[in-house]
């Protein structure tokens, strides 16, 4: 009965891959996010999806795609991988985008390009 | 831009009382939120301050002074388990997106 599930939890590469990380949650939400932690556990937003429409679209390399089937999935979809791409990659969900609404994390998603 | 402060590390022993504090600076401000997240783990949820004043959830209260762009997490009776980092974040922007802080790393010693 997992909330947010995200696939794999492990990823390593070489530079120049690309590669794609799944996420899915079975909360019933609506808004989906991507987040990026990086080695010092700096935690920034990189995308989110409300009811599978793009609402936020931080600075992110063009390289990096994200992909709402619906609204249960979002993906993200990495090009040309770069070693400043390693990171652990967080999927998270709430109900609407509402103040007070929490975010549920899914488990990570550790990258390491090489 | 938004940016948020908060102490990098704390240390305390079972059984005491921590205060993590938390500043920042933004525009549009909506809310402060805190999070926990154990090594390896996800972040979870804590607590929510939209107005200021206290929020209390057992062990744990949180506080916010929007005059003062502030606020903090108390833990109290801390336990072992507590040993985690904690990040403050705020809502702001259009679309109300979460800014996380750099998180604070707490020890609690036997």
Not at chain 2, 10 to 33: D, H, K, P, R, W
Not at chain 2, 85 to 95: K, Q
Request: charged share 15%.
């Amino acid at each position: 009965d997992t909330a947010v599930s995200q696939t794999p939890k492990y990823l390593v590469t070489q530079m120049g891959n690309d590669k794609s990380i799944k996420c899915e949650q079975n909360l019933g939400h609506d808004t989906m996010y991507w987040y990026k932690q990086d080695s010092k556990k700096f935690l920034k937003i990189m995308f989110s999806y409300n009811n599978k429409e793009l609402i936020i679209n931080e600075t992110v390399p063009n390289r990096f795609s994200p992909k709402s089937p619906d609204k249960a999935h979002l993906n993200l979809h990495i090009n040309s991988l770069e070693l400043g791409d390693s990171a652990v990659y967080f999927c998270a969900s709430s109900l609407g985008t509402g103040l007070a609404n929490e975010q549920f994390f899914g488990p990570g998603t550790r990258l390491t390009v090489l | 831009g938004q940016s948020l402060e908060q102490p990098s590390e704390v240390t305390a022993v079972e059984g005491a009382i921590v205060q993590i504090n938390c500043t920042y600076q933004t525009s549009g401000f909506y809310g402060l939120s805190w999070y926990q997240q154990h090594d390896g783990g996800a972040p979870t949820f804590l607590s929510y301050n939209g107005l200021d004043g206290l929020e209390e959830t057992g062990r744990f209260s949180s506080f916010l002074s929007r005059s003062d762009s502030y606020g903090y997490l108390l833990l109290q009776e801390l336990q072992m388990k507590d040993s985690a980092s904690y990040f403050c974040a705020v809502r702001s922007g259009s679309a109300r997106q979460l800014t996380f802080g750099s998180g604070t790393q707490l020890t609690v010693l036997p």
